[in-house]
C-alpha cells in the first residue's frame, strides 16, 4: 500500500514573475507553488488584473489540472501554459500569464508561443524544491510512551507532526509522513511502545 516506484517531482520555492512585450502586447507571467486547488483559485484571483485584457492561467495539482483561456481562442493560452508546467516536471504549481493587448494580432501560433513561451521562461527561473509525497496518518499512544515518541517522530526529516489530541489513556497524534519512509516510521514506533501505539494510515 506505501510502496511504489516514485518519481522525482519538483514544486516551486516561492513566487516568481517575468515581463516581455511581443508586438506591442504586454505579458506578465507569474507562477507560485499551491497546497491545494482552493490556492490555486485563490493565486489566481489575486494575481488576475481587471485592467488587462486577459488573464489566462493553468494549474497542475497531482492528477488535477485546471487551464483556462479567459477570451482567448480556444486552445492558445490555458493549454500551453499547461504544457510548460508539464514540460519542467512540475506539481502543485499555478501559472497566471497577463496581457494587455498593443494592437498586433499575433495568431493562434504567435498567441500559443507567447503564452507558452512566458509561463516556461518564469518557470525556468523560479527556484524549485524536491516534493516529497507524504500520507497522513493517527499515532494513538499512552501517556507513558507519547514524550519519547513525539521526540523521535520530531527528530526525524521525512515525518511531520501537525496535531496532538489528547484522550483520557494518551494522545492521537496527526502526522504526515514521506512515503519512502512510512515502513521504517511504523516500525520505529512499533518498537519504541514494544506494540502499545498504534498506526492508522489514512490512505
Not at 486547488?37 to 497542475?60: G, I, L, P
Not at 489513556?169 to 498504534?198: I, N, Q, Y
Request: charged share 20%; hydrophobic share 45%.
Amino acid at each position: 500500500m506505501l510502496q511504489g516506484r516514485m518519481v522525482a517531482r519538483l514544486t516551486l520555492v516561492g513566487v516568481s514573475s517575468i515581463r516581455q512585450e511581443i508586438k506591442k502586447s504586454r505579458f506578465i507571467a507569474v507562477a507560485g507553488p499551491v497546497a491545494d486547488e482552493a490556492a490555486a483559485r485563490d493565486f489566481v484571483a489575486a494575481q488576475s488584473d481587471a485592467a488587462a485584457n486577459h488573464n489566462c492561467w493553468a494549474w497542475r495539482f497531482g492528477q488535477s489540472y485546471r487551464f483556462n483561456d479567459d477570451g482567448e481562442p480556444s486552445g492558445t493560452a490555458g493549454k500551453p501554459i499547461l504544457a510548460a508546467i508539464d514540460g519542467q516536471g512540475l506539481d502543485r504549481v499555478v501559472v497566471v500569464v497577463t496581457r494587455w493587448f498593443g494592437g498586433v494580432l499575433l495568431g493562434s501560433g504567435g498567441l500559443v508561443r507567447a503564452y507558452g513561451g512566458s509561463a516556461a521562461q518564469c518557470l525556468r527561473e523560479a527556484a524549485k524544491t524536491q516534493l516529497i509525497e507524504t500520507v497522513p496518518a493517527a499515532i494513538t499512544c499512552g501517556f507513558s510512551d507519547l514524550a519519547l515518541v513525539g521526540a523521535r517522530l520530531g527528530a526525524l526529516p521525512g515525518v511531520q507532526i501537525n496535531d496532538q489530541a489528547f484522550t483520557h489513556a494518551g494522545a492521537v497524534l496527526s502526522v504526515s509522513v514521506s512515503k519512502a519512509e512510512a515502513d521504517d516510521v511504523a516500525r520505529l514506533v512499533t518498537d519504541l511502545t514494544s506494540g502499545r501505539a498504534t498506526i492508522d494510515w489514512n490512505t
